[in-house]
């Protein structure tokens, strides 16, 4: 199976067990920094571009000097050719993607460029040199499930997958090809698909962040107490991101090669429910107005994205810890730091 993650620091028989991680500067990537650096017996290296921004990484004391960062582009296959040939990773997180679902109608090419592509020459890279035993975690999306009749609930690994944005497209080829290269090559990559998961960082392109963006430019006085947002009828699982963070980890020693798992947790609730919990956390929340703004309503929304998380976490021992409340609040709470800082 190969070594596990988890290591007591300065043991002096420790295991160092190199890690790669791609997205690391991202909203996800930056909690799995944080997991990774608490431990021991760890050599974490880091995928960026040139254009990456490290805002969300700058709170690690000398992240610079403890992530071993490489510049390379995962749509460029001879730069991901090199990073993977000179870090030769025992384990791969593969989180750089694009995951923004709104524009991905507007430039389809874009999200396959990253999504798809940047998997197969990650994989070709593996392939090419060997790494058989490279443990490769692909995290997909409940998105690739798309429009699920309410008969078909719970959705499980056996649900139709029918994708209603390019996004959601894309992800599904990604999680394919992992398949794919498995049973051809006999990579060893871990495929999950993750369902809403959500905290501090996220950026405020999404719902939830950009609930909590709105809320604290209004409790500052920089905006009118209206809050506007899209369709806030879809249900879905919600899970702390620091939560899925060490799924992801778990899923690397306990999944099978070639696998396949849905992860999150069982708090069921509409994006409404959401909006609602957010505002009773804010002192004006009874003086905001909810409005809906059309640009802000996708083409097509999966109006139900319940999954069957049960088998994971027998599997795996994995369960939800944060409470759901305190992912609001600390998402709250990480807006209006942002508001008051910087005014945006």
């Known amino acids: 199976m190969g070594p596990a993650l988890a290591g007591a620091p300065g043991r002096a028989d420790e295991v160092i067990v190199k890690i790669l991680v791609t997205g690391a500067t991202g909203f996800v990537g930056s909690h799995l920094l944080d997991a990774l650096l608490a431990e021991g017996g760890l050599e974490v290296h880091a995928l960026r571009r040139w254009s990456s921004r490290m805002s969300l990484v700058c709170h690690i004391p000398d992240v610079e000097e403890r992530v071993r960062w490489h510049l390379g582009d995962l749509t460029d296959p001879f730069s991901v050719d090199s990073v993977v040939a000179r870090v030769r990773p025992d384990r791969i997180f593969h989180l750089g993607a694009q995951s923004y679902v709104h524009p991905s109608w507007d430039a389809p090419d874009v999200y396959f460029r990253t999504n798809t592509l940047g998997t197969l020459y990650l ?7 060997g790494l058989t035993d490279t443990r490769v975690l692909l995290p997909g ?46 990579l060893h990559v871990v495929r999950l698909r993750a369902f809403n998961h959500e905290g501090p960082r996220r950026d405020r392109v999404f719902a939830l962040p950009t609930f909590a963006w709105q809320i604290a430019r209004i ?5 009118e107490p209206v809050l506007r947002v899209g369709n ?26 070639g696998s396949l798992h849905l992860v999150g947790s069982d708090r069921l609730l509409t994006v409404a429910e959401c909006l609602d919990k957010l505002l009773s956390l804010s002192p004006r929340g009874s003086e905001i107005r909810v409005e809906t703004d059309p640009e802000r309503v996708r083409p097509t929304e999966p109006l139900r994205l319940v999954a069957d998380t049960e088998p994971f976490r027998s599997l795996t021992g994995w369960r939800p ?14 807006w209006r730091e942002r508001v008051s800082g910087e005014g945006v």
């Open 219 to 223: 409790e500052a006085g920089l905006s």
């Open 321 to 334: 810890e944060i409470p759901f409340e305190k992912t609001l609040a600390d998402t709250l709470t990480y």
């Open 232 to 257: 806030t009828e879809a249900l879905r699982n919600w899970t702390d991101v620091r939560d899925m963070v060490r799924a992801y980890r778990m899923a690397l020693d306990h999944c099978p090669a």
């Open 141 to 186: 999306s409940g998105e690739e499930y798309g429009d699920v009749d309410e008969e078909d609930l719970p959705i499980t690994p056996q649900t139709v997958l029918k994708p209603v944005n390019p996004y959601a497209v894309s992800k599904v080829a990604q999680d394919l090809l992992g398949y794919e290269h498995h049973r051809s090559y006999g």
């Open 123 to 129: 994989l070709e890279s593996l392939r090419r040199l």
